[in-house]
């Protein structure tokens, strides 16, 4: 079966660094997505990873490791604007038609 | 603004009555998906749409849930004789094709069912 863990909630401060692990048990693995959701909003894309290995967006930055199934999002100079959800999702498929199975997601308060 | 819109927004209704639900994906954008969330959970894949054709759905979709994507626009999510259990928020997400694959998938804000 598919399943996604991720720690249900996360705290840190502002200007603070935090680490958001994702771990995965799938089939047709494509690649590992991250997505931010502010209550009552749409998911957001922040970052995709394919291979093994670190992708850095401004401040955020994903990392995958496709051996250990494991993958996690950096969050570096928080900011209060930051607090939201956090959702792992693996891209299950094939070249034509990937869906997204995502995790129970992580919920990040930034505190001042 | 030229992201994925739904309409509406929110709906409330009737346990055994039917709603639909639309959704308008990026004007170039090919792929449809449709969504389900329900409260502290990730989005649940629905089914998936390329151009007009449905091409996957779930077994979260029972045969009171039919979608359609007439013209390969815009698309529809109806819900027949709705139970308490259909309340949730429904979510549709376009993409495209690029040369590595499917590019990523963005969403649209969601329509937010509850039924009484």
């Known amino acids: 079966g598919q399943s996604l863990e991720q720690p249900s909630e996360v705290t840190a401060v502002e200007g603070a660094i935090v680490q958001i692990n994702c771990t995965y048990q799938?089939?047709?693995?494509?690649?590992l997505s991250w997505y931010q959701q502010h209550d009552g909003g749409a998911p957001t894309f922040l970052s995709y990873?394919?291979?093994?290995g670190l992708e850095e967006t401004g401040r955020f930055s994903s990392f995958l490791s496709r051996s250990d199934s494991y993958g996690y999002l950096l969050l570096q100079e928080l900011q209060m604007k930051d607090s939201a959800s956090y959702f792992c999702?693996?891209?299950?498929?094939?070249?034509?038609?990937?869906?997204?199975?995502f995790g129970t997601g992580t919920r990040l308060l930034v505190s001042p | 603004d030229t992201g994925v819109s739904q309409d509406p927004r929110h709906k409330i209704t009737k346990r055994g009555q039917n709603v639909t639900f639309r959704c308008d994906p990026i004007?170039?954008?090919?792929?449809l998906y449709w969504y389900r969330q329900t409260l502290g959970q990730g989005p649940e894949f629905l089914t998936y749409?390329?151009?007009?054709?449905?091409?996957?759905k779930s077994r979260l979709l029972s045969d009171r849930f039919s979608a359609e994507r007439p013209k390969g626009s815009f698309s529809t999510l109806e819900i027949q004789r709705t139970e308490q259990g259909d309340s949730a928020m429904y979510l549709c997400?376009?993409?495209?094709?690029?040369?590595?694959?499917?590019?990523?998938?963005?969403f649209g804000p969601g329509t937010r069912l509850t039924v009484t």
């Open positions: 997400a376009s993409s495209t094709l690029d040369r590595k694959g499917p590019y990523e998938q963005y």
């Open positions: 799938t089939s047709g693995f494509y690649g």
């Open positions: 990873n394919a291979l093994d």
């Open positions: 999702a693996v891209r299950e498929g094939n070249t034509g038609f990937q869906k997204l199975v």
């Open positions: 004007s170039e954008h090919n792929r």
């Open positions: 749409f390329q151009n007009e054709a449905q091409l996957e």
